[in-house]
């Protein structure tokens, strides 16, 4: 890990309620068990977890599922300033690339992310995990 990513314990904390989330998950088919938790900017810890469907395109990652409870219960300024993604399955599962596209509306550049990486915990700065985000904001181009 580099200076400024560390594992603060506020991020082992986070991290560990996304276990505590994982054990929710619904994944009969793939029994890959991932849950997510997102620090908002107002201190509130939003969870997800990963829910299969037979249609397995249908399935919805653990990432997007605490996103969108995030944006129910806090309405549309919602703002992520750190997340954490964890699984039972002892593997790396940074965030897939659809849910870093999700949340690249609703994160703070600079957020930490923490997630399982193959040489043991990673945290990363959003902007570092998706540096060049889809956006069809004019004021941001160039
Ligand atoms: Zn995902």
């Known amino acids: 890990m580099e200076a400024g990513d560390q594992l603060t314990a506020a991020l082992a904390a986070l991290l560990e309620q996304a276990r505590a989330a994982a054990q929710h998950s619904y994944s009969p088919y793939s029994g890959f068990r991932v849950g997510a938790a997102l620090r908002l900017n107002d201190g509130t810890v939003v969870i997800g977890t990963n829910v299969e469907n037979v249609s397995y ?18 309405g549309p300024t919602v703002r992520i300033t750190a997340a954490a993604v964890a699984n039972l399955n002892d593997a790396p599962s940074p965030p897939c690339g659809a849910c870093r596209q999700v949340l690249a ?28 985000a889809f956006d069809m904001k004019l004021d941001k181009r160039g």
């Open 57 to 74: 395109g249908l399935t919805l990652c653990a990432e997007r599922a605490a996103l969108v409870q995030a944006v129910s219960r806090f």
């Open 105 to 132: 509306e609703f994160i703070e550049p600079d957020a930490p992310v923490v997630f399982p990486a193959a040489d043991g915990t990673r945290v990363m700065a959003f902007r570092d995990m998706m540096p060049l």
